[in-house]
């Protein structure tokens, strides 16, 4: 998936013209809005499997694109959909936030049976409700949490199969979890990101990091940051697999972290198994 054209700030330069546009033909009343604009948030979730990532591409079928085109449907007007983070393809969200701004009379509680009426079963509104004229689904976003799910049954099943990675080799949980210690806190993850990312800097703040079985054949593994770099869940994930599997030990983790090479990590998960869980502003 390539990355979007960014100006100095990091904002997305269609985002920017969007705003642009909004700000020169209304004028801001005491509220904060401009004339009769609103801006609206809604929490989604989808399944991934069948998109090329959240993003617009052109000709790909994209979360973005179809939920723009819902909105579209009901209010009669095309209205930019800003997202907290851009899921890549094949992932999957539970807790997505996005943002969008209209001039649309609808009342805030008919937008979720609205939008799910006219978007496909893959992805479904759980909530809406008016946000601030200045609320950023993704800048204003201040923890992130991911969720990766392997399936460690000899059979993987048909129902989790887009939703979980299968591994059935038996795993040294106990090194990993130490391993997952080196990586929580404040550090530079260079060594964590694929080519192709748009960041600026590569210092992020994992603030949690766990491993847990839940007693079912499902291991998850959960990731709280206050960001995340191009693939950087996945290449951990594909890392801490490494030393559950013995090729390499705990320990390694530390050099690997500080050596701030991409080579010396382990490969990038799957994208099935990856679910965003949560936002938190």
Request: proline letters at 4%; aromatic letters at 8%; hydrophobic letters at 40%.
């Amino acid at each position: 998936m390539k990355a979007g054209n960014a100006d100095a700030t990091g904002r997305d330069n269609d985002e920017k013209r969007i705003g642009s546009v909004i700000t020169k033909t209304g004028n801001a009343d005491a509220t904060g809005y401009r004339d009769a604009a609103r801006n609206i948030k809604l929490v989604l979730e989808y399944d991934g499997t069948g998109y090329c990532g959240f993003q617009r591409q052109k000709d790909l079928p994209t979360i973005q694109a179809t939920l723009e085109a819902a909105i579209e449907t009901i209010t009669k007007i095309y209205s930019h959909v800003t997202a907290s983070g851009r899921t890549d393809a094949g992932v999957h969200a539970l807790g997505q936030v996005v943002n969008f701004r209209t001039r649309a009379r609808i009342p805030v509680e008919r937008f979720v049976p609205a939008l799910n009426s006219v978007l496909p079963e893959d992805i479904r509104v759980r909530c809406a409700e008016e946000a601030p004229w200045s609320f950023h689904a993704r800048y204003d976003a201040r923890w992130k949490t991911y969720e990766y799910s392997i399936d460690t049954r000899p059979v993987p099943s048909v129902f989790t199969r887009n939703f979980a990675y299968h591994l059935n080799i038996p795993l040294d949980l106990e090194e990993m979890k130490q391993a997952a210690r080196f990586l929580v806190g404040v550090h530079d993850f260079r060594s964590f990101v694929s080519s192709g990312g748009s960041a600026k800097t590569f210092t992020r703040n994992v603030r949690r990091l766990e491993i847990t079985t839940c007693d079912d054949p499902i291991l998850r593994i959960q990731i709280e940051a206050d960001g995340f770099l191009y693939n950087m869940v996945r290449t951990i994930v594909g890392t801490l697999l490494e030393v559950g599997l013995g090729k390499i030990h705990a320990e390694d983790v530390l050099r690997i972290r500080d050596a701030r090479d991409r080579r010396l990590a382990g490969p990038t998960a799957p994208a099935c198994g990856l679910c965003l869980i949560k936002v938190d502003y």
